[in-house]
């Protein structure tokens, strides 16, 4: 069973700081790696992909890949309140193109 | 971005009545499409992978007697949830990848939440 887990919070951080979301995937044949935000009753909107092992940067968001360690993760710097979401995490299995997701991990920016 | 649209956003209906719910892509063309389920604080699961001009593939699990997928067009896949029960009730939301070159970048319609009373 491909597995894509992720704690489902809430977290908690105030308003400026720096929130770390984690996510760990338990297929090895896994090569990307997604990142939504889903705010209640929305739709998820892609906010960062990321394929190689590694930091990518897009704005104040940076995501981490540790294939090694079966590992992603999510920095949002300088949180906002408009931040605050549920962020899910996907694994898309080589060359499916099917996406499994995690369960998701809530976010609440305090103002 | 790449846009997805689906219509409706909302419906309610009977009992053992069938919905059906329309996916488009609005400004490119999607030989792919899939469709996931939601229920309430549960994460998103794929139900089915609809392919424009052949039929389309279930995951274990989801009963394809039961929803019905029509790939009718390079914009437009539907949904039909045949003779609906309460337990159907959720958000259905439909994604495409945008391109080839972003073959397994996803992005997803605005979702449509079925209410079955």
């Known amino acids: 069973q491909k597995e894509v887990e992720q704690n489902s919070g809430p977290l908690s951080v105030p308003e400026g700081a720096i929130a770390s979301l984690n996510c760990t995937y338990s297929?090895?044949?896994?090569?990307?790696f997604f990142w939504y935000r889903q705010y209640s009753g929305k739709s998820p909107e892609l906010i960062m992909s990321i394929y190689s092992n590694g930091d990518k940067e897009d704005g104040r968001f940076t995501a981490q890949l540790n294939k090694a360690s079966q590992y992603v993760s999510l920095l949002i710097r300088d949180s906002q309140p408009s931040d605050s979401a549920t962020y899910l995490c996907?694994?898309?299995?080589?060359?499916?193109?099917?996406?499994?997701f995690g369960t998701g991990t809530r976010l609440k920016v305090l103002a | 971005g790449a846009v997805v649209s689906q219509h409706p956003s909302w419906v309610i209906c009977k009992s053992g009545t069938s919905v059906k719910i329309e996916c488009r892509s609005l400004?490119?063309?999607?030989?792919?499409m899939f469709w996931y389920r939601q229920f309430p604080k549960q994460s998103l699961m794929l139900m089915a992978t609809s392919n424009e001009g052949s039929k389309a593939t279930y995951e274990q699990g989801v009963e394809k007697d039961k929803f019905l997928i029509n790939h009718a067009s390079l914009t437009l896949s539907t949904l039909t949830v045949t003779s609906a029960h309460p337990e159907d009730s959720s958000f259905y939301i439909c994604?495409?990848?945008?391109?080839?070159?972003?073959?397994?970048?996803?992005?997803f319609g605005p979702g449509t939440r079925l209410t079955v009373t």
């Open positions: 297929d090895r044949g896994s090569q990307s």
């Open positions: 994604s495409a990848p945008p391109s080839i070159e972003s073959a397994n970048e996803q992005y």
């Open positions: 400004d490119f063309q999607a030989t792919t």
């Open positions: 996907a694994a898309e299995p080589s060359g499916t193109y099917k996406y499994i």
